[in-house]
């Protein structure tokens, strides 16, 4: 596989076709800009959102994990919840442990039996 350039990358993660946005989010074999994380964690496309919040070649600012986290989509909350990398705060906790999907609310009952 040819490397793309950052012309390139920026072309797919701005394309006005969801799949294709996505695709670009789940490539590895290059590093987001913070804009063009920013921009992929606000994405309107829920799958966009979650291929972002998915990434662990950074970290998350508290503002984008707490964004993730009452994102209206399950996908996305899921998908932030499952990362390993940030301590939720409090309101986090009470929040996801009566998240209204079960897997949401599995993965913070296993940070709680975690912390005690």
């Known amino acids: 596989m040819q490397k793309l350039t950052a012309e390139q990358i920026e072309q797919g993660l701005t394309n006005p076709d969801a799949s294709i946005r996505k695709e670009f989010a789940e490539r590895r074999d290059y590093t987001p800009t913070p804009a063009q994380i ?19 070649d950074y970290k ?17 909350r899921y998908t932030l919840a499952e990362r390993e990398d940030y301590t939720p705060t409090p309101a986090q906790m009470e929040r996801g442990m ?10 913070f009952a296993q940070r709680m039996d975690g912390m005690h």
Not at 60 to 76: A, F
Not at 98 to 107: A, C, E, G, Q, S
């Open 38 to 56: 920013e921009r992929g964690l606000t994405d309107e496309s829920s799958e966009v959102r979650a291929r972002f919040a998915d990434r662990k």
């Open 60 to 76: 998350l600012t508290p503002e984008q994990i707490e964004r993730g986290l009452t994102d209206p989509e399950t996908n996305v």
């Open 98 to 107: 009566k998240d209204t999907h079960r897997f949401v609310r599995m993965l």
